[in-house]
C-alpha cells in the first residue's frame, strides 16, 4: 500500500516537473506574419508561377542571386537566423495576384489568383517576403 501512495505521489509530481511548452528558447510564433520587401533583384524567370526560393542563409542568398547590390538592399532588411526570404518569381498574366495572409499559430498562407491569360505579352513577376524563419508555409493556387 506504501509502495502505491508513494507511485501516485510521484506521478502526480512527474507533469509539473516537465518544462512547461513556453520554456523552449524558440517557441513557435503564435502570430506570423510575412513582410515584403521591395528590391530589384535583376531575376529573369521565365516558368509558371510554383513553390518560392526559401533563402536561409547569407551564403544561399549570394548563390541564387549573384547581384551584390540587390544582396546589400536584401541583408539590411533580413535578419538571417531568425528570418527567412522567401523569394516568388515567374513569368504570368499582368493582372496575376499573390497575398499573403495568417494562417494557424505558426503558419503563413500565400494564395496565388492568376490573372487573364488572354494576353499576348507575358510579365515577369518577383516577389520578395521575409518570414519568421521557424514559420510553416503554406500556397493555395
Known sequence: MPQRLVALFLAAL???AAPARSDDPEPMPPKCEAREIEVQTGLDVRGPFGDPVRV???EQLTAVLGNKQAEAAILAKVKFGKEHLLIFS????GTDRLTAA???DGEIVFEFVAGESNEVVRVLHSRLFVVPA??????KT
Do not use: C, D, F, N
Open 134 to 139: 521557424r514559420a510553416k508555409v503554406t500556397i
Open 14 to 16: 512527474l507533469p509539473a
Open 102 to 104: 495568417k494562417g494557424k
Open 90 to 93: 515567374w513569368s504570368g498574366s
Open 56 to 58: 536561409k542563409t547569407k
